[in-house]
Structures are given as structure tokens and as C-alpha cells.
């Protein structure tokens, strides 16, 4: 045993061959997954949440090219498994959660089959297979689990469905799991509930988690780290209070400002951050946010910022923090 990172991701670009050109989805993106840690992933459509987690499980489609980087789960560079080697850890070492629960489920096998063939590593009898099974629905409050270890994915409810996958991602002991939006399309008291599970069951089993969402009101619930994604950089990381309480990154001020968690109810309309993500085809030199940025100055337009720590941040990209940067 190490005292390495559950993940780390070390300086990783990653883009996609479009008709437009090389798309930069992701460019130099370095974090830490702490053991035991839930992270979270936050940041509007299209600042490549998805991406990362594409790379990260492997899940990469033909068009996408890794340009340089390192993903480490605990003492294994993933980037250098073959896909037999990632087939093996995944489930394993490393399990997911989507957003849709059909992903994770397979609609022609009951959940019963599914959650005793995923144990497949444990040197146990069927019978304790199912005993396990049968606990761990209990666990995400699946009523009468053994009768509904019979039926198939398409006999539950949507939000039963997430729990579900839950539990069989957690089922196999992950050192990391990764949950990509897995409460965006349950009903609030749901949400609110399948939470709460998750971090029971991490809890429970020491896990590490990256919770990707695009729901602040979770990330202040669920993570102990936050970090925030823009246009494909990490702009902004640091322990989740510290960023609440005092956010570095003028995008992650504006972010907060527009949470609708955050505005008064007698408002009207609902702020949103003026402007448009950037087309990352041709990326501009300088700041990405530089061109929505209420508080942009001289270098913001030509100079790339260099990443900093600042107030309770650990990371900050942004000229406004840096010492070296005259105002
Ligand atoms: N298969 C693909 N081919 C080409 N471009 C892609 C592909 N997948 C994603 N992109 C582009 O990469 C960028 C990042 O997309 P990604 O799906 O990772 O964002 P996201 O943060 O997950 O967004 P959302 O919150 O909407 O899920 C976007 O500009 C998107 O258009
Ligand atoms: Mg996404």
C-alpha cells in the first residue's frame, strides 16, 4: 500500500477529428482523487465532464485522440493498459455510473443474474451470491428484494433503476467510482435520497468518488473537493467550503451567482453568465473565459494564466491571482 492518490490526472489533452477541424475537448488537466475523497466535477454543457470520464474508464470513441498525458489509479498508469487489461479493472478496481441507468443494466437479464454475475471474483456459492445481492437491495431500499431479484431491469422505476446500478457499482468494492449526473433525472426528494445512499455506501465501503453534476446545491451535500471545469480546463480546485465560502476564479463566482438554488424566489428571470463557451477549434491564446470575463485586464486576451494557489483554492487559473501578474 501507497499513500498515492486514488486517481490522479496529470496533464491530460484529449481531442476529437470533427469536419471543423481537431476539436480540443480537453487541455492540461490535472487533478487528484484523494482515497476515501468524493470530488466533484462541475461546469456548464460542454466543458468536457464527459470527456474526462470517457478517458478515464477507457471509453474513448474512434475520434478521439489522447494528446499527452497520465491517469493513475492508485499505482496503475491507465493510459498503458491494453483493452483486455481495462476490460479487468473495470468493475473491479474501478466501476460507473451514468446518468441514463440502461447503461449500467442489461435489459434482457433479471437484476438478480446481473448482481450475482458481477461478483463473479468472490470465491462464493450462488446461494451467498444471492444472499449478497438480496443485502445489498435491502441496502438501497429496493422493497421485497428477493421477490424483485426475479424481475428485469424494465419491472423498475426509473429512480429504482439508479439505485440499482449504484449498488452494483459499488457492489465490487471499487477503489473509485465514477458517477456521471446519476441523480439529474430523478424527482428532487429522490435525489435528495439516492444521495444519501451514496455516501452511506461509500461511507461503508472507503471508496473514493467523482461525482460529476451540474447541481451545486449536491456538490455543497456530497463532496468533500470541488472542482471546476471551463472550456476544457481545470480553472478552479480546492476544498468544497473554501470555494463556497470565498470562490478564486471569476467563473466560479458567476457559476455560484447564477445557482438557481441561490436566488431569491421573487425574482423573475433567472441570471445566466452572459456569453458563450468558446468553439474549441481554435482555442484564443490568452484567458479561455477572458472574453465573458466581467473582471478581464491587459494580459487576460493574449497571455495564457498559469496555475495558482489562492485564498482557500489550491488551484486557480486566473491573472487576477497571480502574484506575478501586475493589476
Ligand atoms: N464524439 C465527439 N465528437 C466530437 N466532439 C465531441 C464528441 N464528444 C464531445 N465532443 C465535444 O467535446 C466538448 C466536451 O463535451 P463533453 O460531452 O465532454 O461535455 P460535458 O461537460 O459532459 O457536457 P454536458 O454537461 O452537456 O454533458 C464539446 O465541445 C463537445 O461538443
Ligand atoms: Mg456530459
Redo the contacts with the bound molecule.
Sequence with gaps: MTDRPALSVRNLSVS???PEGR?R??RGVSFDVQKGEIAGLV????????????TILGL??G??AIESGEIWLGDTDLLTLNRRQMRRLLGDRLSAVF?DPMKSLNPVLTIGRQMTDIQFRRKASRADKRARAIEMLDKVQIPDPAKRLDQYPHEFSGGMRQRVAIAMALMAEPDLLIA??PTTALDATLEIRTIELLRELQEEIGCAVLF?T?HLGVVAELCDRINI?Y??ELVEHGGTRAIFDAPQHPYTELLFACDPAQIKERSRALPTIPGT?P??IDVPPGCVFAPRCPKRFAPCDSLHPRPVASGGSDLVLCHLRDPKVPA
Excluded at 43 to 54: A, F, N, P, V, Y
Design positions: 476529437y477529428d470533427t476539436l475537448a480537453l461546469g456548464e454543457s460542454g466543458c468536457g465532464k464527459s470527456t474526462l470520464m470517457q474513448l470513441g475520434a478521439a446518468q456521471d449526473e460529476i451540474h471545469m472550456a476544457g463557451v468553439g474549441l
